[in-house]
């Protein structure tokens, strides 16, 4: 991976990697914290990161550095996601949004990987499994078992409202 | 193949198992018939055979069974297959027919479209401020090859610039004292320094200032004039600042006085007091010290008339005209620049020294306040 690659790479998949790590922490500074990290550890193995291979190589660092970074901080604030404005502008949608989020938390921290890696940035189960160094079965199981949970934390919100 | 009575057990064994070709059976078989009472023994070894029970059989193979296509999916099954569908792991024609099913099915439908709304989509307002951080630039390391000719050329004009600088410093060093001895007074007659050029040394009675006379101790008289010639280059030194160097002048006929038991004052570091009547007191006569500096000065007021012939009066009635050879003058010169230079380079590495100290907090001298330079390293 050359100095252009990798420029280019912050340059495509920072945000993506943010995203996902500070959907997971949700802690803005944390995130910003492992995504250089990983920013970091990739720049310095630089040589033998393939080019191609490179935003799998950024999940994967991101990913093990967010794990690493929960055990160690066991910190998570839960951040106000939205303002009052965009609740006003468009209530129902950010009401489902607001619930699905709130039924993220509620997920433990490797399903919650699975189910962003899934919906964030469409990797197959073989692709999370070698992100987050599951075999693609276990993937299949616990992001299953997360999606199903998801569901019926919508249907019982659904019937308390 | 021949089959024997002694070797039949073999041929009875390869013949239950199987292992025997048809012509070769065939010859077992009319072994047997030809040896009747070896046929019990065949008939026991063919019923030891075991043979497969085929009312064992597995259930529900279709748990074992993989999804190959989409006509599998069923009421019972289905749900594996919404998942699959919502995780975007299907084929497109695997798709279909999972919309198909849900299609005909309501329940399956509105469960579908309830784990459609479980996925998440990207906040792209997210996004990761000041990308900058995160840049880098790669730090290419040039490494300049220097062959040791190119070293032997740089060392080469290196020496030439130190000998150089070397020479200049004594030569401006020379110039000033030289200057200095002539004085600055205006129509002051400066003659270059040739060998063999002599000047008389004048002494005077008051101040008392002594000069032995001595023509046994013509060279020992001579380094004592150049020791005050260098006493009196400090002193006026302050007081010559605007003098220009120049190349080694000498004034002609500059009055000099020596005191030829002053040798001793040489040891002594202590600065030489400049009028101070003082400094020959208890020193009796055999040990007077020069008032060059007076005497100087007024041969700096009064050019024209030391230009003339310059008389030496012995303060003791012990008169001594002295000849101060250019050789003297130019060890004047040395004893004179050789103290400031010390002093200017002392100086100089102080701060130098200081200056390295400071910044990197590593002690340059050593226990007795020695600066120790060494250490250039070159990479080939």
Redesign the interface.
Known sequence: MTEREYNECVKTYADNVYRFIVKNLRHEEDARDVVQTAFEKMWRNREEVDAQRSKSYLFTVAYHQMIDHIRKVKRIHLKEEFSEGSKIQDRPANNLKKVLEEALGRLGETQRSLVLLKDYEGYSYEEIGQITGLSESQVKVYLHRARVQLKDYLVKIENVI | MNITRHNYEEYFILYIDNELGSEERHQVESFVQANADLKEELDWLLQSRLVADDSLVFDNKEQLMKISDAESIKTTNY??WL?LY????LTAEQKTTVEKFAAGHPAIQE?LD??Q???????QA???HN?E??????EKVRVIAISWRKIAVAAAFLLAIATTAFFMINRNAGGVSAEIAAGNSPGEKILPVKPGKSTNVTTDQNPPMAAKSSETKMGRDETIINELLAIRDKKTAGKEKNSRPSPLLIKEDAPVVADNNSVKKKTNDLPEPKYNPNVNKGMGEDNPIAKADIIIDESLTNSKENIQAPVVTPGNSQSLNHVVTVASVESIDDTDAAPGKKNKLRGFFRKVTRTFEKTTNIKATDDEDRLLLGGLAIKL
């Not at chain 2, 709304?117 to 906040?123: C, G, L, R």
């Not at chain 2, 951080?133 to 790669?138: P, S, V």
């Open positions: 749900e594996e998942l919502t995780d975007n792991e469960e309830l784990l709304k479980t996925k998440f989509e990207p906040e997210l996004v990761f990308k951080l995160l840049y880098r630039k790669e």
